[in-house]
């Protein structure tokens, strides 16, 4: 049995080990590739050793926060696809995220299904952005 190689791959950005975990197990049962990070300081230093197509990061962080974080992804790797995550819906609105660049963003509690289908709806936003790069 041959095994399939990922659709595409994974960087997520959390504190708390146990969120990182069930990120990484819905992420990885959906296809994909998926490396972890503990904060912005080392997800931007595994960027710069690998490409990676999304990153999923909690807002709270240590060390850099997700939006500077967001800004430095945007900044240096823009092609990357950011995902947001917060529990804070009292200090984050939806615009706060959207205007700093993130694609998406999800809330605390969230469902499995949920961070599955916004992954899927943002996979093929990336595949139509790259086949439209690739007319060009």
């Known amino acids: 049995m041959t095994l399939a190689s990922p659709k595409a ?25 998926v490396t972890e990070a503990v904060d912005g300081r080392e997800a931007l230093e595994k960027m710069s050793q690998t490409q990676y197509d999304f990153v999923i990061s909690a807002i709270k962080l240590p060390k850099m926060n997700g939006f500077e974080l967001l800004t430095e992804i945007k900044t240096s790797y823009p092609e990357t696809m950011v995902l947001l995550i917060t529990a804070y819906t009292n200090d984050v609105s939806a615009e706060d995220v959207l205007t700093h660049g993130a694609d998406y963003y999800v809330t605390r509690p969230f469902k499995n299904v949920e961070i599955a289908r916004t992954l899927s709806a943002l996979y093929l936003k990336l595949q139509k952005n790259r086949s439209a790069k690739a007319r060009r």
């Open 9 to 33: 791959s994974v960087l997520i950005v959390d504190e708390e080990s146990l969120i990182r975990k069930i990120l990484a197990r819905i992420v990885t049962r959906e296809g994909y590739a």
